[in-house]
C-alpha cells in the first residue's frame, strides 16, 4: 500500500527517525513509529514535532543506543518502559514493548514488558491508534486490528474485547469520549455497553489524569456529542456529578427549560481554543440551579444560582486539581455570568465602572460567555439580550475613552492615606482604599482635594 506523504519527514533518511532505526537495528532491535501520529499521518492532518516509538530493546539498552546520539536523555519514564531524548529539536519517546493492567484498588499500573509489536498494539486503547510503522530499510504498516478500517469509518473500536481495555486502563472510556470530541468518531457498540457497566469503575484514576482529560475533550470541534456521551454511560457522574444533576425533571404544569441541554449548547457555542477557562465556564455557569430550583406560582425561579454556583465551580475545580488561577478566573466568570441581566433599563455610568471592575482581565470573556449563554429558540428575545449586551460594551467603549476604566483606581494611593491620616500599615489602609474606590465607581473621575475630605470625613466616622 502507498504511505501518505505525511510520513515522508520520519522516513527519510536524514530525519531523526530513520538515524536511530539505523542505530537500533545495528544493535539487533527494531523501531516502530506508534500511537497517534501514524493515526493522524492517515487522518490528513500533519504529523505533530513530538513523536512516540516503540521497540523491542529493554530501557537500559534504549539508554545505551540513545546516549551518544541524543542531545540530552531524559529517563523519568524508565519504570514503565520509557525513555526520552531531544535530537535537533525534536522531542523523541521511546517505549518498549508492554502491557499496562491495573489493580483493582490502585490508580497507577503494573508494568510488563513484551517481545513482539503485536502484544504491544493489542494493549493500547483503541485500534485506531493500535497502528505501527516498521522505520527502517523497509517501511512497513502494522495494522493487525484493522484501524485503518476504523478510521475510514470514523468507529472507535478495542483492539482486544473492551472490558479488558477498560480493565487494564480505566481512563479509556473517558479518551473515548474525548476522541469523539477532537475526531467527531463514534464509539461501537460493545464499547459503550463496556462504559455503561463499567463506568465506576474511573474511581480509581487519579483527578490529575481526568482533568486532562476533561481538558481535552472541552478543546474539541465536536464537544457536545462527547460531553453527551460522558453523561450518558454514567461517566460524568463519576467525577463531576453536578453536571448530570442539571437534568432538572421537567415539571408538567411549568414545562421549564431543560438545564443540561441548555449547558451544553452553551459550551458548545464558546469559542474553541487553548484556553480552556471560558468552556469550563460555560460548562459550570448554571451547576448552582439544582440546589436554587423554587416555583412561584406557575414560574420556577433559580434565584442566586450564580452565586451558589461560583462556590460549586470552585469546590470541584479544585477536587480535579486544577490550576488555582484556573479555579480562581473559572470561579469569578459564573459568579458575574447573570450580571449584564440585571441592567435591563439600561447601563448607567455607575453600572458601567462596576462591571469593569468586577470583571477585572476577564472583561472579554465575560462578555463572550453571557453571549453564549443566550439559547432561546425565540428569536426575538435572542436579538433583545445581544442587543443589550451591545449596549454594554459600546457603554464600555464610550466611558473608558473619557474615563480610563481600565485603569479605575483613586486618585491617591496607599502611601497618602497612612501620610494623611497619620496610620501604619493595616486592615484600616485597605478599608480606607476601597471607600475612596467604592466613590470613584459611583461617581467617576475626582480630584486628591476630594479624596482627603472624603478621607477625614470616613476616618471621624470611624473613630466615632
Known amino acids: ?128 491508534n493500535a497502528m505501527a510503522m516498521r522505520l527502517g530499510e523497509r517501511p512497513e504498516l502494522i495494522d493487525p486490528f484493522g484501524g485503518l478500517g476504523d478510521i475510514a469509518v470514523k468507529r472507535l473500536r478495542t483492539p482486544l474485547a473492551p472490558e479488558i481495555a477498560f480493565e487494564d486502563d480505566p481512563l479509556r472510556m473517558m479518551r473515548m469520549y474525548r476522541f469523539v470530541s477532537q475526531l467527531g468518531f463514534e464509539p461501537d457498540d460493545t464499547a459503550v455497553a463496556a462504559t455503561l457497566r463499567m463506568a465506576d469503575r474511573l474511581a480509581i484514576v487519579s483527578a490529575e489524569r481526568i482533568r486532562d482529560e476533561l481538558i481535552k475533550l472541552l478543546q474539541g470541534e465536536h464537544v457536545e456529542v462527547g460531553l453527551w456521551g460522558l453523561i450518558d454511560t454514567g461517566l460524568a457522574e463519576q467525577f463531576l456529578p453536578e453536571l448530570p444533576a442539571l437534568a432538572l425533571e421537567v415539571d408538567p404544569e411549568h414545562h421549564h427549560k431543560d438545564v443540561l441541554a441548555h449547558t451544553i449548547a452553551v459550551v458548545g457555542k464558546a469559542p474553541r481554543d487553548d484556553d480552556v477557562r471560558l468552556r469550563l465556564a460555560a460548562l459550570l455557569h448554571d451547576i448552582g440551579k439544582p440546589d436554587t430550583r423554587q416555583f412561584e406560582g406557575k414560574r420556577v425561579t433559580f434565584h442566586h444560582h450564580e452565586v451558589v454556583g461560583s462556590r460549586m465551580a470552585r469546590d470541584r475545580l479544585r477536587e480535579l486539581r486544577f490550576p488555582k488561577e484556573i479555579v480562581n478566573d473559572v470561579q469569578q466568570l459564573v459568579y458575574l455570568h447573570m450580571r449584564p441581566h440585571t441592567f435591563k433599563m439600561g447601563w448607567t455610568d455607575r453600572a458601567v465602572r462596576r462591571y469593569v471592575r468586577d470583571a477585572g482581565n476577564l472583561l472579554t470573556e465575560l462578555n463572550t460567555l453571557v453571549r453564549c449563554d443566550i439559547t432561546t429558540r425565540n428569536e426575538r428575545r435572542e436579538q433583545q439580550i445581544q442587543r443589550q449586551i451591545d449596549e454594554l460594551e459600546e457603554r464600555i467603549e464610550e466611558l473608558g475613552q473619557k474615563e480610563e476604566l481600565a485603569a479605575m483606581r483613586p486618585p491617591i494611593d496607599g502611601n497618602a492615606v497612612m501620610a494623611h491620616l497619620g496610620i501604619e500599615p493595616g486592615r484600616r489602609v485597605g478599608e480606607a482604599m476601597e471607600m475612596l474606590l467604592e466613590h470613584r465607581i459611583d461617581h467617576g473621575p475626582y480630584e486628591e482635594e476630594e479624596a482627603f475630605a472624603l478621607l477625614d470625613a470616613w476616618w471621624a466616622e470611624v473613630n466615632r
Open 1 to 128: 500500500m502507498s504511505l501518505p506523504a505525511r510520513f515522508g519527514r520520519v522516513l527519510d533518511s536524514d530525519a531523526p527517525s530513520s538515524q536511530l532505526a539505523q542505530l537500533f537495528a545495528a544493535d539487533g532491535f527494531d523501531l516502530f513509529l506508534v500511537g497517534g501520529s501514524v493515526r493522524d499521518a492517515f487522518l490528513k492532518t500533519r504529523l505533530e514535532d513530538d513523536l512516540d516509538y516503540a521497540t523491542d530493546a529493554r530501557p537500559a539498552d534504549i539508554k545505551r543506543i540513545m546516549a551518544p546520539w541524543a542531545d540530552d536523555l531524559f529517563s523519568v519514564g524508565e519504570t514503565f518502559g520509557t525513555i526520552g531524548a531531544i535530537k535537533g529539536g525534536h522531542h523523541i519517546e521511546v517505549t518498549t514493548f508492554r502491557a499496562e493492567v491495573y489493580r483493582s484498588e490502585s490508580r497507577k499500573p503494573e508494568v510488563s514488558f513484551s517481545d513482539d509489536i503485536e502484544t504491544d498494539l493489542s494493549r493500547r486503547d483503541f485500534t485506531a
